[in-house]
C-alpha cells in the first residue's frame, strides 16, 4: 500500500532553499515515501497526503483532495494565508532549537552593535580617530520585544541573561522572569514608553501591518543612554512603513536602525536605505531554514500524526499566525 506522496514547492532565491538539496533530505528521512517537486508532473493527485512548502504560488496545493496537513518550511506564515484557495487541513510552521538559536544571535549580534556603539567607532576608524566615549553598562539599557513568541521568547531569555532589561508586548497576557509583560492594544504605549532598543519579531497579519510607523516611533522612550531609539526587525518587511523610518531617523525620532526584512525584497538597489549611515541592511538570513533540521522535524510530526498523536505547532488561520 502506498505511503502517500508528499510535494514539495519551493520558492527562495537563497543558497538554504536549493530545491534539490530538500528533495535529497526528504528522501532521506521519509522511509521510502514518494517526494515529488512541484511542479513536476504527478502521476495520482489523490496520492498526496503531505505538503512541505515555502512561498508557494497560490492554487498549487488546491487540486490534492487527499492532503492531510501543510507543513510551511519557515516560521512565518504570512504568504501561506494570502492564498485563498489552500485546502482547509492543518497548517504547521517551524518551531525548532536550530532557528531559535540562528534568530537569538541575530537579535544579540544587533542589539550589542548599537548598545556597543559601533557605528560611530565603526566610522571613527575609516577616519583614523581614536577617540573612545563613555559606554554604559547593559542594564542602563531597556529592550523592548515585540513578540513573546517562539523566537521573541527566546531572545529576551538571553539577552536578560547578558544584564539587559527587558519590557515585552505580546497579544495574550503573559508572565516571564526578568521581563515586565504587555499585551494588547491598552499595553503598547507603556510598552513603548521604557523601550530604548525595540526588537520586532511579530508575525504579518491584518493586525500587525505597517504598526512599526511613525506614530508608533513617537511613544518610544527619550531618555535613552544610546542617544535615542533604535530598531531592530527582523520580523517581516510588511510589518514597516520604510519611508517613516528613514524620516524619523532624519528627525532624531530614531538614532539608527536594523533592518532584516523589507516591503519589497530583495530591497530594490535605488532604496536609500542600502547606503544610509544608520541603517543596517541585512538580506532576510537572520534565521535560515535548515534543510537538515527541518525536514527532520517533518518527518517526526508526521509520524507522530500517523501514530494518532495531534501535530504540533499548528497555525490558527483565524489569527493568521
Ligand atoms: P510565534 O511563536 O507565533 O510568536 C508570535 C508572537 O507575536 C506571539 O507572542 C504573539 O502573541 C505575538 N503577536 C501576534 N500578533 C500580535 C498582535 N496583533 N499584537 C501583539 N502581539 C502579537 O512566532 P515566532 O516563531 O516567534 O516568529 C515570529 C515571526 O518572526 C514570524 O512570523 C516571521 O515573520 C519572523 N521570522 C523572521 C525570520 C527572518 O529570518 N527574518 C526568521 C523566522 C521568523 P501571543 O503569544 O499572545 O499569541
Ligand atoms: C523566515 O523568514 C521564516 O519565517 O522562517
Known amino acids: 500500500m502506498s505511503k502517500g ?10 543558497d538554504n532553499w536549493s530545491p534539490q538539496r530538500w528533495i535529497e533530505r526528504f528522501n532521506a528521512v521519509g522511509h521510502g515515501r514518494k517526494v515529488v517537486l512541484l511542479p513536476e508532473q504527478i502521476s495520482d493527485p489523490d496520492d498526496v497526503h503531505y ?18 496537513a501543510i507543513f510551511n518550511l519557515g516560521a512565518g506564515v504570512d504568504a501561506l494565508m494570502a492564498d485563498p484557495t489552500l485546502p482547509k487541513v492543518p497548517i504547521v510552521r517551524v518551531a525548532v532549537d536550530d532557528l531559535t538559536g540562528r534568530m537569538t544571535e541575530y537579535v544579540v549580534l544587533h ?33 523592548g520585544i515585540m513578540g513573546l513568541g517562539t523566537l521573541g521568547r527566546d531572545a529576551a531569555e538571553v ?13 495574550s497576557a503573559k508572565t516571564m522572569d ?3 509583560c504587555f499585551s ?19 508575525p504579518l497579519t491584518a493586525e500587525t501591518r505597517h504598526i512599526l510607523n511613525r506614530r508608533l516611533f513617537e511613544k518610544l522612550a527619550r531618555n535613552s ?71 527532520a522535524y517533518v518527518a517526526e510530526q508526521i509520524a ?15 489569527r493568521g499566525y
Open 5 to 14: 506522496t508528499l510535494v514539495l514547492s519551493i520558492q527562495g532565491g537563497a
Open 51 to 68: 505538503a512541505a512548502v515555502w512561498k508557494p504560488q497560490p492554487g498549487v496545493l488546491a487540486a490534492f483532495r487527499n492532503l492531510r
Open 111 to 143: 542589539v550589542l552593535i548599537h548598545h556597543r556603539q559601533q557605528l560611530s567607532l565603526r566610522d571613527d576608524q575609516s577616519r583614523k580617530l581614536w577617540q573612545p566615549g563613555a559606554q554604559w553598562a547593559a542594564g542602563a539599557v531597556t529592550v
Open 159 to 171: 539577552l536578560r541573561r547578558m544584564g539587559f532589561r527587558l519590557v515585552g508586548w505580546s497579544n
Open 178 to 180: 526578568g521581563v515586565e
Open 184 to 202: 494588547g492594544r491598552d499595553g503598547l504605549a507603556p510598552f513603548l514608553a521604557k523601550t530604548h532598543i525595540l526588537v520586532c519579531l511579530l
Open 225 to 295: 543612554p544610546l542617544g535615542g531609539p533604535v530598531l531592530i526587525n527582523a520580523g517581516r518587511g510588511g510589518l514597516q512603513v520604510e519611508a517613516d523610518i528613514l524620516s524619523c531617523i532624519e528627525d532624531g525620532t530614531l538614532l539608527a536602525a536594523t533592518l532584516d526584512v523589507f516591503e519589497t525584497e530583495p530591497l530594490p538597489t535605488n532604496s536609500p536605505l542600502w547606503s544610509h549611515p544608520r541603517v543596517i541592511v541585512t538580506p532576510h538570513n537572520a534565521a535560515d531554514t535548515d534543510a537538515d533540521a527541518i525536514s
Open 304 to 318: 507522530r500524526f500517523e501514530a494518532g498523536e495531534p501535530l504540533r505547532n499548528v497555525v490558527d488561520v483565524t
